[in-house]
């Protein structure tokens, strides 16, 4: 993961020249290695009897895989190095008895840097065992995990299709960080490649930035690149962003971000299965997004699993800031303490607030987690008043909120309360006990006994 606010980085072969680390990019590595783990954990370690047994991670901006951080005078891992970890932890904490099979691809054009990730980071590290290209084996209390790593010299967009064929016949899930240095290194052509391969999923790093100064508007002399590389033509039409406000630009990007990436990121093939959400990454005492990170999936659990790990790194406030930028981390101060890199709350630029609603109905929360819901999960419901199935209710709008699964679960349990609507179970029949915990194929339908129109604290819009 090698994306930065200016330059390219840059990593010698030996090891002794390498970039120094961006708080942006310090989010980014905890997001990436906590999403990884609970990716594994949740398809591999928690469906029973056998979950996904085999995993293809491609890092195609791989980098030199070590970084240096000035305030703590310390080397920090690189994300092949975060993404080999993460593996481990979640096979470790798995102990499933079916074995575990990872295939790692590290893409980079950068030469040196290559060279830097496989001849130097690997072995400082502990990693050296990998870098022969064999399959090594480690076993864990009950099964064993093999591991394979492949080192490419070579420009990802030129790589993509043998990187694709190898995610294809692997099966199982794949994984793709996409993290260029610029807006035009990786075509939507290569990534509704990679969504239209089963069981793959991007995390793709969008430079905004960039594109607002050099295509957007007046300044558009690249606009012939973002054609032909992001089809873009028909998008970002507002050529005047001055006559918008902060607010209304940043949402106005935002907006139309998501908008191309999700109609051109995809194919037609299964048009209900198009997830995408975004987290920005704005520079200290900023209001403008320097770039997003763009998770996209046909796979609901996977889009599930990256919400709850947008939602920990969050440091933007809920009300009022997630109708403007989805998810977002605001920079922070690094300070040194004890020589140890501090990533705590205290350290963020504004009061620091993750989007975990808090669910007492008397706290000022409750009311906007209702509010929202209503208009959202409630008027599906009522369309539907012959039952929707709590998956149906997940895809159709849970790239749309920064509401958790269990945040879902609470509200329909608060309309049930209510006398407004009932759950049957796959068999046909009604949940009685007090709280209902969710199954996908468990069916939400208006109440026999109710005048549905929503929560008691909003109507929802259909009965304005």
């Known amino acids: 993961m090698n ?9 010698s072969a030996d090891g002794n020249q390498m970039p120094i680390i961006s708080p942006h990019t310090l989010a980014k590595h905890q997001i990436l290695s906590e999403y990884i783990e609970h990716l594994i954990l949740t398809l591999y370690g928690k469906v ?22 000035e305030a703590a005078q310390k080397k920090l891992k690189g994300s092949p190095i975060l993404m080999i970890e993460a593996v481990r932890k979640a096979f470790r904490q798995a102990k499933k008895r079916q074995s575990l099979n990872v295939r790692y691809v590290f893409v980079d054009a950068g030469k ?10 690997m072995s400082y590290w502990g990693l050296e065992n990998l870098i022969d290209g064999e399959k090594h084996l480690t076993q864990g209390e009950e099964s064993t995990l093999t591991e394979q790593c492949e080192f490419i010299i070579g420009d990802f967009e030129k790589c993509s299709d043998y990187c694709i064929t190898i995610a294809s016949l692997r099966k199982g899930h794949s994984f793709f960080l996409l993290d260029p240095a610029g807006w035009d290194d990786v075509s939507v052509a290569t990534m509704r490649k990679i969504n239209d391969t089963p069981g793959s999923e991007i995390l793709y790093t969008h430079m905004i930035g960039q594109l607002k100064r050099f295509v957007i508007g007046k300044y558009g002399k690249n606009k012939e690149k973002f054609e032909r590389t992001l089809e873009g033509e028909g998008y970002y039409k507002k050529s005047n962003l001055e006559s918008l406000d902060r607010v ?3 949402m106005y990007l935002r907006n139309e971000t998501a908008r191309l990436f999700r109609e051109k990121g995809f194919s037609h093939l299964n ?5 995408l959400i ?38 933007l406030d809920y009300q009022y800031q997630y109708e403007v930028y989805g998810y977002g981390f605001r920079t922070f101060d690094i300070t040194k303490s004890k020589g140890q890199l501090l990533l705590e709350p205290s350290l963020y630029e504004e009061e620091y607030s993750t989007l975990t609603i808090n669910v007492d109905r008397e706290h000022k929360d409750w009311r ?30 849970g790239q749309f909120n920064p509401a958790s699964r269990n945040m879902y679960e609470q509200y329909i349990n608060f309309l049930r309360d209510n006398g407004d609507v009932e759950v049957l179970n ?31 604290l909003y109507s929802s819009r259909f009965f304005n």
């Open 3 to 11: 994306s930065q606010t200016s330059s390219k980085l840059h990593w």
């Open 48 to 69: 029973y009897p056998r979950g996904v047994e085999t995993f293809t991670l491609i890092d195609g901006f791989c980098g030199g895989g070590i970084y240096e951080e």
């Open 112 to 121: 040196e840097h290559v060279q830097c990730l496989k001849n130097h980071s």
């Open 248 to 250: 209304g630009e940043q």
């Open 271 to 275: 048009p209900h299965k198009k997830h």
């Open 278 to 315: 975004t987290f920005a990454l704005i520079p200290r005492g900023k209001t403008q997004v320097l770039y997003y990170l763009i998770h996209m999936s046909r796979h609901i659990t996977a889009l599930e699993v990256i919400k709850e790990r947008f939602c920990e790194s969050n440091s």
């Open 368 to 397: 906007l987690f209702i509010k929202k819901f209503d208009e959202q999960i409630a008027d599906l419901i009522y369309q539907n008043q012959d039952g929707i199935t709590f998956m149906e209710i997940c895809q159709k709008i």
């Open 426 to 456: 796959s068999k046909g029949e009604i949940l009685t006990q007090k709280t209902v915990r969710l199954r996908r194929r468990d069916v939400i339908r208006v109440s026999g006994r109710s005048y549905f129109q929503g929560s008691l």
